[in-house]
C-alpha cells in the first residue's frame, strides 16, 4: 500500500479559540519562515501556525525571540551586580526535538496532540510550527496506521482503548552526512504508549501489526526512511502519568545518540531529554567556560550524567560526581560513559541517591557544583547546605566542623548504600580527595520564579555573590527561558579603580 508522507490538512477539534495578543509596532507583514531557519528580529519573528488559538502549547504568537518576560530577568540582575548579561537566541521554528502527545479521538479521525488549556480535550496539531519537521512527519504515518489497522484510540472516560500516548524524539547525531544536513534530516524514535500490561496481552496482535506497519513505510527499507526505532510502553494506570514501569525496544536501533556539550550522550526513551537539542548544546558550551580546568565538580540533579560528562570531557576534571534520583537513568549514563575520550584521565561516578539527603556529604571535596533542579527549585535542605558550605570555605575540615554546623560520621546503612556510586570509572592517575569547599555555584534553572526565590536566598547573608547570568530561548512561543547563572562564594568585592599615572610637566 502507498502512504504519503506529505501531512494532511487540519483536523477540526471543535474547542475555544483564544484571543491573539497584539502584534508588535511593526505592522508589516512577516515573511515566511522555513521551519528550520533560525533567529530572526522582532519585526518577522511570527508564529504563523495555525494551531495557536485552541493549542496550549505556545501562548505567544508574535517577537518570537523575545519573550516578555526578558525585561524582568535583565533588570533582576542588574539589581545584583550583573552587568553584562545575555540573552541567546537559535531556532525559532522547527526546534522542538521531544514530544509527548496524547493519542485520543477514533480510529477513523485519531487526534494526536496536546491538552487544551485547563481540560483534557485533545488538540490535533499536524502542522505544528515548533515541533521538528520529522516529528510531524512521523505523527502523520502513525495516523495513517491508525485508521488503516483500526486501532482504537485510549478514552479517558472508559479507561478502554488501545493506543494512549506517543512521544517522538529526533536525533541528528548522523557522522555518514555532512554536518550541515544532520538537523533535517534527523531520525525519530518512537515510543508508543500502549494500554496493556504487557505485549502477550490480548491486543498484542494489533500492537504488532501498527509496529510493522511504521516500520514498514518510514523504516530504512521504505522510500522515506523517517523512524530509527520503534519502543513501547505497557501503561494501564488510570492516573495522568503517561508512562508506565515497563519498557520494551522492538525495532531499528537500540542505541539513541545525540552529540551535545562536546560529547556523544545515550538517552533511553525513558530517560529525561532537553527538547531544544541546539540550544541546549549552546547552553552546554558557555557553562564549560565557568569550570575551571582540572576541578573537582559534583554534578546535582544530573539525570543521565549529559551535564557532567560534558564537563568532564572538555575541562579535564579531576573527578565529576553526578548525584540522580531516577534510576532510569543509569543505563544511559554507562553507555555515554563508554564513548568518553580515552584521554579523560579523571574520577567520574554516577549515584542513584536524592541530592536532598544529607546534601553535604555531596558538596565536600568539590571546587564547583552544578545543579540543574526541576521547576520548583532546589530542596530546601540543598540550599541550607550551599550556605553552610560557603561558611566552611578555605577552612580545614576541623575547624569548619567546628563551626556553622556539625558534620557527623554517617552510619544509617541506607544512607550509606546510596552514597556508594552506581557507575565508576576510576581515574588513571593517583588523586587524593582534599578537604575542600565549593567556590562556585553553577545553576540551570527553567522555572524562573522558583530561580529568584533561590537567588534571593543564597544572597541574604551574603554567602554567594553573582558573578555572571545569561539566558537561552530554549522555549520560543512562551515565556519560558532556560537561566544560567554562575554564584561565587562569600561577598562580592569591589574592584578597585587602577590608579593613573600623574603626568609630568
Known amino acids: 500500500m502507498a502512504l504519503s508522507l506529505r501531512l494532511p490538512s487540519l483536523i477540526t477539534a471543535g474547542v475555544a479559540s483564544r484571543r491573539r495578543p497584539p502584534p508588535p509596532l511593526s505592522r508589516t507583514n512577516p515573511n515566511q519562515k522555513s521551519l528550520l531557519q533560525g533567529t530572526s528580529s522582532s519585526g518577522n519573528a511570527a508564529l504563523q501556525c495555525e494551531h495557536f488559538q485552541s493549542c496550549s502549547g505556545c501562548s505567544h504568537e508574535f517577537a518570537l525571540d523575545r519573550p516578555s518576560v526578558l525585561q524582568e530577568v535583565n533588570s533582576f540582575f542588574e539589581e545584583h551586580g ?72 485510549y478514552d479517558e472516560d472508559s479507561g478502554f ?6 512521544q517522538m524524539a529526533v536525533t541528528t547525531r548522523n557522522t555518514s552526512l555532512p554536518l550541515a544536513e544532520r538537523y533535517l534530516k534527523g531520525k525519530v524514535q518512537v ?36 523512524i530509527h526505532s520503534i519502543w513501547v510502553n505497557f501503561q494501564t494506570s488510570s492516573t495522568n502519568i503517561i508512562f508506565g514501569n515497563r519498557w520494551r525496544h522492538f525495532l531499528g536501533e537500540r542505541d539513541f ?28 558550551r558557555k557553562l564549560q567556560k565557568y569550570v575551571p580546568y582540572g576541578s573537582s565538580v559534583t554534578d546535582l540533579y544530573a539525570g543521565a550524567g549529559i551535564i557532567g560528562l560534558s ?42 541517591t536524592d541530592a ?5 556529604h555531596w558538596l565536600e571535596g568539590s571546587d564547583v557544583v552544578v545543579v540543574d533542579p526541576p521547576r520548583k527549585g532546589l530542596d530546601p535542605s540543598l540550599v541550607a547546605a550551599l550556605k553552610a558550605a560557603a561558611c566552611f570555605s578555605g577552612k580545614t575540615s576541623k575547624s569548619a566542623q567546628s563551626s556553622v554546623l556539625k558534620v557527623k560520621e554517617e552510619k544509617r546503612p541506607w544512607i550509606l548504600r546510596a552514597r556508594k556510586a552506581a ?46 547570568a545569561h539566558a537561552f530561548n530554549f522555549f520560543p512561543g512562551t515565556d519560558s527561558i532556560e537561566v544560567l547563572a554562575v554564584f561565587k562564594c562569600g561577598p562580592r568585592v569591589a574592584q578597585k579603580k587602577k590608579k593613573g599615572k600623574k603626568k609630568t610637566s
Open 82 to 153: 550583573v552587568q553584562d548579561f545575555s540573552f541567546e537566541n537559535g531556532r525559532l521554528w522547527g526546534w522542538r526535538c521531544r514530544a509527548k502527545l496524547a493519542v485520543r479521538g477514533s480510529p477513523d479521525s485519531p487526534l494526536i496532540g496536546l491538552y487544551q488549556e485547563g481540560s483534557h480535550n485533545v488538540v490535533d496539531i499536524p502542522l505544528c510550527k515548533a515541533h521538528h519537521p520529522n516529528i510531524n512527519a512521523a505523527v502523520n504515518l502513525l495516523k495513517q496506521g491508525i485508521t488503516t489497522l483500526n486501532i482504537q484510540p
Open 161 to 166: 482503548g488501545e493506543l494512549r500516548y506517543a
Open 191 to 226: 515510543s508508543l504508549v500502549w494500554n496493556s500490561r504487557n505485549e502477550q496481552s490480548q491486543n498484542a496482535e494489533k500492537l504488532n501489526s501498527l509496529m510493522e506497519f511504521l516500520w514498514k513505510n518510514g523504516g530504512p527499507n521504505s522510500n522515506a526512511h523517517l
Open 257 to 284: 545518540w545525540e552529540h551535545v556539550g562536546g560529547v556523544d550522550i545515550s538517552l533511553d526513551p525513558s530517560s529525561f531529554g532537553q527538547a531544544n537539542t541546539q540550544a541546549f548544546d549552546s547552553l552546554l
Open 311 to 352: 564537563i568532564a570531557s572538555i575541562r579535564k576534571c579531576r573527578s565529576v560526581k553526578c548525584v540522580e534520583i531516577n534510576k532510569e537513568s543509569k543505563q544511559s549514563f554507562e553507555k555515554s560513559l563508554s564513548r568518553l575520550l580515552k584521554s579523560v584521565d579523571g574520577s567520574i561516578s554516577w549515584h542513584n
Open 356 to 360: 536532598s539527603i544529607e546534601p553535604l
Open 423 to 468: 557507575v565508576q570509572m576510576d581515574s588513571k592517575t593517583a588523586c587524593d580527595r582534599s578537604e575542600t569547599w565549593p567556590q562556585t555555584l553553577i545553576y540551570i534553572s527553567c522555572g524562573w520564579e522558583s530561580f529568584k526565590e533561590d537567588c534571593k536566598s543564597l544572597l541574604a547573608d551574603k554567602s554567594w555573590h553573582l558573578e555572571k
